[in-house]
Nanobody, 125 residues
């Protein structure tokens, strides 16, 4: 079992940066691929980024490549999403998610077993 708590969201202006954190509890964190997803009002939840259990492999949706960076600190049981050059279209609730242990990274929300409660990111123009 993995429990996830996101933090770090807020209201920023276009071009600003934010770093989201996802604190995980549970024995399987170090063996779990992790992902960030987001959901804007009236839209479906979409994949943002994912990282392998070791941190050696990452994956991003095209719209955030070069601007966002996912990382993890196994000692702290935390996953981060560094978001730079934010745009109004990045406005959404951001969710952290964990795959079952020993599974590879994925961009499909259906393949994630555990979810946090979400943190709001609002980017004004």
């Amino acid at each position: 079992q993995v429990q996830l708590v996101e933090s770090g969201g807020g209201l920023v202006q276009a071009g600003d940066s934010l770093r989201l954190s996802c604190a995980a509890s549970g024995r399987t964190f170090s063996n779990s691929a992790m992902g960030w997803f987001r959901q804007a009002p009236g839209k479906e939840r979409e994949f943002v980024a994912a990282i392998s259990p070791t941190g050696g492999s990452t994956k991003y949706t095209d719209s955030v490549k070069g601007r966002f960076a996912i990382s993890r600190d196994s000692a702290e049981n935390t996953v981060y999403l560094q978001m730079n050059s934010l745009k109004p279209e990045d406005t959404a609730v951001y969710y952290c998610a964990a795959r079952p242990a020993y599974c590879s990274i994925s961009s499909s929300a259906n393949e994630y077993a555990y979810w946090g409660q979400g943190t709001q990111v609002t980017v004004s123009s």
